[in-house]
């Protein structure tokens, strides 16, 4: 008898313990600030909440770009922001990553600018300075000027180096000053 007193006894206890903790008072988990319930009603204005919500703003700018087949310059369209700002760093930034799809590896020393002239500095050791033939530098000289000129007309003059002094190519030369394109007398 008193095995099934104890039995019974340890029983009673196990259930009034798992009678007591599995009854907690709904208030109360409300109350905890580490727990949030999300009834159906606010799932739903999350999801309208999410489908009212606005791509970003972008605008086209015109740049140019190398023909694969022709290997002649043409023109493309190229989405920023629409709160960037284009600056001439942008510009070449953009015409370079077109050109590498093409797969030519413009790489610039830097872009600097001096009143109305935009200044850019090629690496000495890819194109358009090495590896590429006349027509294939003119071309990438050329995107990248009227890429320029086009967007920032600010900027009318363009005048190209290698690492910030006189451009000297395989195929090219020009003096530390001389302007490859200007804008002004085009017009």
Known sequence: MKNTTRKLTVILVL?????????TNREEVKKDPSV????????????????TVAPIATKEISIYTMNENTQDVESVSAVVNEDTEITPE?????????????????????????????????DSDTPPVVQVNLTVETTILDAIAQSLVDNLPEYPKVIFRVKGKEYKSDNLTFGLNDVYLDGNKSK
């Not at 259930?15 to 009854?23: K, N, P, W």
């Not at 990553?97 to 935009?118: F, M, N, P, W, Y």
């Open 90 to 122: 942008l510009i070449v930034d953009m015409v370079t990553a077109s050109l590498a799809e093409r797969l030519i590896d413009v790489r610039i020393d830097k872009v600097t600018t001096e009143k109305d002239t935009v200044i850019v500095s090629f």
């Open 15 to 23: 259930f009034l313990m798992v009678l007591t903790t599995a009854c």
């Open 36 to 51: 949030t319930i999300v009834t159906p009603s606010e799932e739903q204005n999350k999801e309208s909440v999410k489908s």
